[in-house]
Protein backbone atom coordinates (compact mmCIF):
# COMPACT_ATOMS: atom_id res chain seq x y z
CA UNK A 1 0.00 0.00 0.00
CA UNK A 2 0.90 3.55 -0.73
CA UNK A 3 1.45 6.02 1.98
CA UNK A 4 -0.10 9.90 1.12
CA UNK A 5 1.45 12.20 3.24
CA UNK A 6 0.75 16.01 2.48
CA UNK A 7 2.69 19.38 2.98
CA UNK A 8 1.25 22.89 2.60
CA UNK A 9 3.84 24.47 1.04
CA UNK A 10 4.10 28.71 -0.11
CA UNK A 11 1.98 31.36 0.20
CA UNK A 12 0.02 29.65 -2.66
CA UNK A 13 -1.10 27.05 0.18
CA UNK A 14 -0.11 24.82 -2.49
CA UNK A 15 -0.38 20.91 -1.46
CA UNK A 16 2.93 18.82 -1.71
CA UNK A 17 2.57 15.21 -1.93
CA UNK A 18 4.84 12.49 -0.74
CA UNK A 19 4.30 9.08 -1.51
CA UNK A 20 5.79 6.07 -0.46
CA UNK A 21 5.54 2.30 0.61
CA UNK A 22 7.05 -0.45 2.45
CA UNK A 23 9.70 -0.38 0.19
CA UNK A 24 10.60 2.84 1.24
CA UNK A 25 11.08 4.16 -2.25
CA UNK A 26 9.31 7.44 -3.23
CA UNK A 27 7.67 9.33 -5.32
CA UNK A 28 7.53 13.64 -4.83
CA UNK A 29 4.76 15.31 -6.52
CA UNK A 30 3.96 19.28 -7.53
CA UNK A 31 7.11 20.59 -4.80
CA UNK A 32 6.23 24.05 -3.87
CA UNK A 33 8.69 24.74 -1.04
CA UNK A 34 9.77 27.77 -1.55
CA UNK A 35 11.52 28.86 1.91
CA UNK A 36 14.53 27.10 3.78
CA UNK A 37 12.07 25.96 6.61
CA UNK A 38 10.01 24.03 4.09
CA UNK A 39 12.69 22.31 2.49
CA UNK A 40 14.48 21.50 5.87
CA UNK A 41 10.77 20.31 6.83
CA UNK A 42 10.56 17.92 3.45
CA UNK A 43 14.01 16.72 4.05
CA UNK A 44 13.67 15.84 7.48
CA UNK A 45 10.80 13.96 6.90
CA UNK A 46 12.26 12.07 4.00
CA UNK A 47 15.41 11.04 6.17
CA UNK A 48 13.50 10.32 9.44
CA UNK A 49 11.64 7.41 7.29
CA UNK A 50 14.95 6.37 5.29
CA UNK A 51 12.83 7.02 2.17
CA UNK A 52 15.04 6.97 -1.74
CA UNK A 53 13.46 9.78 -4.05
CA UNK A 54 12.66 7.62 -7.34
CA UNK A 55 10.71 10.72 -9.33
CA UNK A 56 10.03 13.92 -9.34
CA UNK A 57 6.75 14.63 -10.93
CA UNK A 58 4.49 17.73 -11.86
CA UNK A 59 0.67 17.28 -12.28
CA UNK A 60 1.61 21.35 -14.43
CA UNK A 61 4.10 23.43 -14.44
CA UNK A 62 2.03 26.98 -12.81
CA UNK A 63 4.63 28.72 -10.94
CA UNK A 64 3.23 27.33 -7.29
CA UNK A 65 3.89 23.92 -8.10
CA UNK A 66 7.37 24.21 -8.78
CA UNK A 67 9.12 26.11 -6.62
CA UNK A 68 10.90 23.38 -5.24
CA UNK A 69 11.79 21.74 -8.18
CA UNK A 70 15.56 23.55 -8.30
CA UNK A 71 15.67 22.46 -4.37
CA UNK A 72 15.29 19.01 -4.88
CA UNK A 73 17.64 18.65 -7.89
CA UNK A 74 20.35 20.11 -6.22
CA UNK A 75 19.76 18.21 -3.10
CA UNK A 76 18.28 14.89 -4.64
CA UNK A 77 19.46 14.95 -8.10
CA UNK A 78 16.21 14.60 -9.47
CA UNK A 79 14.95 16.24 -12.70
CA UNK A 80 11.43 17.28 -13.03
CA UNK A 81 8.57 14.90 -14.99
CA UNK A 82 6.10 16.88 -17.09
CA UNK A 83 3.57 16.67 -19.78
CA UNK A 84 5.26 18.31 -22.98
CA UNK A 85 2.40 20.78 -23.39
CA UNK A 86 3.27 22.28 -20.91
CA UNK A 87 6.73 22.78 -21.27
CA UNK A 88 6.15 24.17 -25.00
CA UNK A 89 2.96 26.31 -23.94
CA UNK A 90 3.43 28.25 -20.41
CA UNK A 91 5.66 30.51 -19.91
CA UNK A 92 9.13 29.48 -17.75
CA UNK A 93 8.99 29.73 -14.06
CA UNK A 94 11.35 32.95 -13.77
CA UNK A 95 8.45 34.95 -16.74
CA UNK A 96 5.52 33.72 -14.19
CA UNK A 97 7.54 34.81 -11.46
CA UNK A 98 7.42 38.31 -12.66
CA UNK A 99 3.38 38.16 -13.66
CA UNK A 100 3.11 37.68 -10.34
CA UNK A 101 5.33 40.21 -8.86
CA UNK A 102 7.09 37.64 -6.85
CA UNK A 103 9.80 39.11 -4.80
CA UNK A 104 12.36 36.50 -5.74
CA UNK A 105 11.85 34.53 -9.35
CA UNK A 106 11.74 30.54 -9.22
CA UNK A 107 14.16 29.23 -10.98
CA UNK A 108 13.50 26.99 -14.07
CA UNK A 109 14.96 23.22 -13.88
CA UNK A 110 15.22 21.44 -17.21
CA UNK A 111 12.60 19.11 -18.24
CA UNK A 112 14.27 16.07 -19.04
CA UNK A 113 11.12 13.26 -19.34
CA UNK A 114 7.82 13.86 -20.82
CA UNK A 115 4.94 12.39 -19.15
CA UNK A 116 2.44 10.55 -21.61
CA UNK A 117 -1.31 9.29 -21.14
CA UNK A 118 -1.35 5.88 -19.73
CA UNK A 119 2.00 5.69 -18.81
CA UNK A 120 2.60 3.75 -16.00
CA UNK A 121 5.31 5.39 -13.65
CA UNK A 122 6.81 2.80 -11.36
CA UNK A 123 8.41 2.71 -7.42
CA UNK A 124 9.49 0.32 -4.86
CA UNK A 125 6.33 -2.17 -5.41
CA UNK A 126 3.97 0.78 -6.44
CA UNK A 127 2.88 2.37 -9.60
CA UNK A 128 0.89 5.08 -10.98
CA UNK A 129 -1.29 5.80 -14.44
CA UNK A 130 -1.12 8.78 -15.47
CA UNK A 131 -4.35 10.46 -16.68
CA UNK A 132 -3.73 13.08 -19.09
CA UNK A 133 -6.42 16.19 -17.75
CA UNK A 134 -5.74 19.04 -19.92
CA UNK A 135 -7.52 22.57 -19.34
CA UNK A 136 -6.33 24.18 -15.96
CA UNK A 137 -3.29 24.08 -17.91
CA UNK A 138 -2.71 22.78 -21.50
CA UNK A 139 -0.58 19.84 -20.21
CA UNK A 140 -2.65 19.53 -16.68
CA UNK A 141 -2.19 15.52 -15.65
CA UNK A 142 -3.22 13.00 -12.81
CA UNK A 143 -1.71 10.60 -11.13
CA UNK A 144 -4.01 7.06 -10.09
CA UNK A 145 -3.61 4.37 -8.16
CA UNK A 146 -6.24 1.71 -8.29
CA UNK A 147 -4.79 -0.54 -5.46
CA UNK A 148 -4.59 2.22 -2.98
CA UNK A 149 -7.86 4.05 -4.04
CA UNK A 150 -6.58 7.46 -4.70
CA UNK A 151 -5.87 10.23 -7.37
CA UNK A 152 -3.70 13.07 -7.44
CA UNK A 153 -5.00 16.16 -9.56
CA UNK A 154 -3.26 19.23 -9.12
CA UNK A 155 -5.15 21.98 -9.77
CA UNK A 156 -8.04 20.12 -12.39
CA UNK A 157 -10.51 19.26 -9.55
CA UNK A 158 -10.96 20.32 -6.32
CA UNK A 159 -13.70 20.11 -3.41
CA UNK A 160 -16.47 21.43 -4.49
CA UNK A 161 -14.71 23.54 -7.66
CA UNK A 162 -12.51 23.39 -10.53
CA UNK A 163 -9.08 24.76 -11.76
CA UNK A 164 -8.87 28.69 -12.78
CA UNK A 165 -8.84 28.53 -16.38
CA UNK A 166 -7.68 32.24 -17.39
CA UNK A 167 -4.01 31.56 -17.25
CA UNK A 168 -1.76 30.49 -20.29
CA UNK A 169 -3.32 28.06 -22.35
CA UNK A 170 -6.65 27.48 -19.55
CA UNK A 171 -10.45 26.57 -21.05
CA UNK A 172 -13.41 25.53 -19.12
CA UNK A 173 -14.62 23.20 -21.78
CA UNK A 174 -11.88 21.41 -22.03
CA UNK A 175 -11.56 21.02 -18.28
CA UNK A 176 -14.42 19.62 -17.39
CA UNK A 177 -14.51 17.26 -20.00
CA UNK A 178 -11.44 15.70 -19.10
CA UNK A 179 -12.99 15.87 -15.44
CA UNK A 180 -15.94 13.98 -16.63
CA UNK A 181 -13.48 11.43 -18.86
CA UNK A 182 -10.83 10.56 -16.32
CA UNK A 183 -11.38 11.67 -12.97
CA UNK A 184 -15.28 11.03 -12.45
CA UNK A 185 -15.40 8.19 -14.57
CA UNK A 186 -12.78 6.33 -11.59
CA UNK A 187 -14.72 4.35 -8.28
CA UNK A 188 -16.95 6.26 -6.18
CA UNK A 189 -14.73 5.69 -3.23
CA UNK A 190 -11.41 6.90 -5.32
CA UNK A 191 -9.56 9.61 -2.33
CA UNK A 192 -9.12 13.31 -4.86
CA UNK A 193 -5.89 14.91 -3.81
CA UNK A 194 -5.96 18.45 -5.20
CA UNK A 195 -3.32 21.19 -5.80
CA UNK A 196 -5.08 23.26 -3.07
CA UNK A 197 -7.44 22.44 0.01
CA UNK A 198 -8.94 19.49 1.76
CA UNK A 199 -8.99 16.06 -0.81
CA UNK A 200 -12.40 14.58 -1.46
CA UNK A 201 -13.56 11.79 -2.76
CA UNK A 202 -15.14 11.45 -6.54
CA UNK A 203 -18.50 10.26 -5.66
CA UNK A 204 -18.70 13.33 -3.57
CA UNK A 205 -17.78 15.89 -6.66
CA UNK A 206 -20.01 13.42 -8.60
CA UNK A 207 -22.46 14.18 -6.40
CA UNK A 208 -22.20 17.74 -4.94
CA UNK A 209 -19.54 19.93 -7.25
CA UNK A 210 -22.06 22.40 -8.71
CA UNK A 211 -19.51 22.25 -11.99
CA UNK A 212 -21.18 18.65 -12.35
CA UNK A 213 -24.72 18.59 -11.17
CA UNK A 214 -27.03 17.68 -13.72
CA UNK A 215 -30.49 19.19 -13.24
Avoid at 58 to 71: Q, R, S, V
Avoid at 124 to 147: C, I, M, Q
Wanted: glycine residues 8%; hydrophobic residues 35%.
Amino acid sequence: MITVKTFEFNFFQENTYLLYDETGKAVLIDCGCSRWQEEQELSDFIKENKLTLKHLLCTHLHMDHIMGNEYIYKTYGLTPEAHKADVENLPSAEAQSRRFNLPVPVKDVPIEKYLVGNEVIRFGDSELTVLTVPGHSPGSVAFYNRKSGFVIVGDALFAGSIGRTDLWGGNQEVLIAAIKDKLLSLPDDTIVYPGHGPATSVSTERLNNPFFIIE
